[in-house]
């Protein structure tokens, strides 16, 4: 017994204040809200005990994914996330590659295209807001009025104001502060590979496209996969620029994380709750099999 | 690797078993129980507000100082918070009465928006105060009932204001052809005047983001129904699906299309700039505008004029700001302290003359008040009173928030006219 203190004790001692830590206030909250949210916790005296709560399971869940508008939020949050990661990941990877050759002032380069990620979301979404000001011709403002100024007229839009994919618009901010978290990523991903590598494979005769479509692409993509987990959460749970950008109220541009806030400030706790959850499973579907699958890789 | 696998699962069973228990640790009791209404706590009176800038802060200052004078061992503890036009301080205020920590008193709107405090418990009755500081036969009975449930009053006033409000600018209009004196007997006439605005290539009508929009609509549809139609929207005795209806939800259709592009990233400062630079004929929204157009140092009727919505003259679209006294505030005597401030005729018109409003009580000197203040507070005396829609003195705030979504969607053009009004139909009767 006192053997297997010995060997249990110390490590279980020290790992118990983070994991209490985490069991409260990571998996107890997300069993907290998890049964607000099959409660029909609706209304502002249900909140605080003054009226009856009753559990009515996942009728919360099939109303909200019944209704048309939180289908429209689902189907924004889908299309901000495509462009988002496609925008970063391809902006990022070119960067990098061009970073890659050896070039003067890359330290420069560098920090200038990583630099946009040191600016908060909200003050960015500020600047952005003007910059994608949706009136045109006459009154035109920001990226509108530079459009008329180089002759590119016909590039005008409405940004963020068109009702079906006004919300890619704001993923252009987006992109324009993470695609140089990316590049970092990627840059760190080619100075790992090994530069006899690729002259092995030159000397085996591959043309410089099959250096990197055998050699060079391979040894990325566990890069490419974690960049792709990290953005696509950030875009799943995104709401702070799309709130500085964009309001609350604003249909072109709700999100389930807007629903969310929506639902709350307006008392309806189960439904807020509810759309927290799906969102949690959402994002979990995103990185859950990146988890297996880097743990099978470790064992 | 045996040793291993057994340590991770008796961390795992850890981790479940904390899970479960503070899954199970269940909502806290109802424990906001007052101390009792008799006297308590004056030191100090901690009054949360959203009036942080402009002439809403100015406001605050001029009753601070009143409240200095009357109440000179109470200390003032501001508790105002920026940002979102309320919607900020509304979000914070909330959790904080949910985790029993009230401040000592609170702004809210009069009318439904109270409901949800009241259905929660979070206020008390004050009806007594009434009694004590005299107040009830000082405000307008209209005010009184919009204020009363199940004959309890929540809340004391402290100023009023008028939504149905149209500002113009003259220059625009005189470069338009138009008459800046004229006043609009309907939304047909007023049309003509927007058009005349339009084809001299200005903004016909400026208006910012959903709930200015919302403000605009609710305008429109006082204006088509009359004042009686239009109050008989919230109590159920005039029909949503009604032709009536249609028809005012078309007519908000063709203003909108009067409307700047880029509205929804607009608040209303934004708008009603436009019509202080002179980049749009008109604008509707709340007179608390008009404090804008003073500090930008213009004077009506050369630089703006205003008039009540088309078709709305002779009804006062009424919205107020009250204080409450919240359940377990931990300074009671000090927001009782405040809430006889506010509802002094002294602290009334101090305040009110700063904010650009009118006072509640009809006790309060306002001899020298604006141009502005002195004939919204003679039509308070003498219109039909209507409880405003946007403001939440007409509908909760959940009801409100569904009328947004739905405005929203129909002015972007997710939507059609019939399905604006059958969603605002479903938003109002699911309240």
């Known amino acids: ?247 609350p109220a604003n249909y072109q541009t709700k999100v389930p994380a807007v629903d969310m806030y929506v639902s709350k400030s307006s008392f309806d706790y189960a439904n807020a709750a509810a759309i927290g959850s799906i969102l949690l499973i959402i994002v979990a579907i995103a990185v859950v099999p990146y988890l297996i699958k880097t743990n099978r890789q470790e064992k | 690797m045996r040793v291993n696998s057994r340590l991770t699962a008796t961390l795992a069973g850890v981790a479940i078993l904390g899970l479960g228990l503070s899954a199970c640790g269940g909502d806290s009791d109802d424990t906001g129980s007052a101390d009792g209404s008799g006297g308590g706590d004056a030191s100090e009176v901690e009054v949360f507000t959203w009036w942080a800038a402009g002439s809403e802060k100015a406001g605050l200052d001029a009753l601070v100082s009143v409240f200095n004078e009357q109440h000179p061992d109470t200390e003032f503890v501001n508790g105002a918070v920026a940002g979102g036009a309320g919607s900020a301080a509304k979000d914070l205020l909330q959790s904080r009465l949910q985790t029993n920590d009230p401040p000592d008193t609170f702004q809210a709107h009069a009318g439904a928006e109270l409901q949800d405090y009241i259905d929660a418990g979070q206020v008390e009755d004050v009806s007594d105060l009434y009694d004590e500081f005299g107040l009830t036969d000082a405000f307008p009975q209209d005010l009184i009932d919009r204020l009363t449930v199940d004959g309890k009053i929540y809340s004391i006033p402290s100023n009023i204001h008028r939504a149905n409000v149209v500002w113009a600018n003259p220059t625009v209009l005189e470069d338009a052809g138009l008459d800046p004196a004229a006043t609009y007997d309907s939304m047909d006439d007023w049309f003509t005047a927007l058009d005349a605005v339009k084809d001299s290539g200005k903004t016909a ?142 602290g009334q018109a101090a305040f009110n003359k700063a904010k650009g409003s009118i006072p509640a009580n009809t006790n309060a000197d306002t001899s020298d008040f604006s141009d502005y203040q002195q004939t919204a507070i003679e039509s308070f005396g003498s219109d039909t009173i209507v409880s405003s829609l946007a403001h939440g003195a007409a509908v909760p705030v959940a009801t409100l928030n569904a009328v947004s979504d739905a405005t929203s969607k129909f002015t972007t053009g997710a939507s059609d006219l019939a399905t604006y009004q059958s969603e605002l139909a479903s938003a109002v009767s699911g309240s």
């Open chain 2, 205 to 346: 009508l400026s208006v910012a983001t959903t709930w200015t929009q919302v403000n605009l609509l609710e305008t429109v549809l006082l204006s088509d129904l009359g004042a009686e139609g239009y109050s008989g929207l919230w109590d159920g005795s005039t029909d949503w699906t009604g032709d009536d209806v249609t028809g005012a939800l078309e007519d908000f259709e063709k203003l909108m299309s009067y409307t700047n592009t880029d509205r929804d990233g607009l608040d209303w400062p934004d708008a009603t700039q436009q019509i202080i630079d002179g980049q749009a004929g008109f604008n509707v929204m709340g007179d608390w505008a008009e404090a804008a157009f003073e500090e930008a140092g213009k004077t009506a009727p050369a630089d703006y004029v205003y008039f009540p919505v088309p078709g709305t003259d002779g009804t006062f679209d009424f919205l107020a700001d009250s204080f409450t006294l919240p359940v377990g505030a931990p300074h009671p005597g000090g927001a009782k302290a405040w809430l006889e401030t506010v509802g002094s005729p002294e």
């Open chain 1, 1 to 247: 017994m006192k053997n297997r203190f010995r060997r249990f004790g110390p490590p279980i001692l020290l790992l118990a204040p983070s994991l209490v830590l985490m069991a409260v206030f990571v998996y107890g909250l997300i069993g907290a809200n998890f049964r607000t949210s099959i409660t029909d916790n609706h209304t502002a005296g249900q909140a605080t005990g003054r009226q009856p709560v009753s559990t009515v399971w996942f009728q919360n869940y099939v109303d909200l994914l019944k209704s048309e508008s939180f289908q429209h939020s689902l189907v924004n949050l889908v299309l901000y996330t495509a462009v988002f990661l496609v925008g970063t990941l391809v902006i990022g990877f070119v960067w990098a590659w061009l970073l890659d050759k050896p070039v003067k002032g890359e330290g420069f380069f560098r920090s200038v295209y990583l630099f946009p990620m040191a600016v908060s979301f909200v003050a960015s979404g500020v600047v952005w807001r003007w910059l994608l000001n949706s009136n045109q011709d006459e009154s035109a403002s920001g990226l509108n009025r530079l459009f008329q100024m180089v002759g590119l007229d016909f590039l005008q839009n409405n940004w963020w104001n068109n009702v079906t994919f006004g919300i890619t618009a704001i993923a252009i901010p987006a992109i324009w502060q993470l695609s140089g978290y990316v590049m970092a990523l990627f840059l760190a991903g080619f100075r790992g590979i090994p530069e006899e590598l690729r002259e092995a494979g030159r000397m085996d005769g591959a043309s410089e496209w099959k250096v990197y479509r055998y050699v060079i692409f391979p040894e990325l993509t566990p890069i490419a996969l974690s960049a792709l987990i990290i953005i696509g959460h950030m875009s799943l749970k995104s709401f702070d620029l799309i709130m500085s950008i964009s309001k």
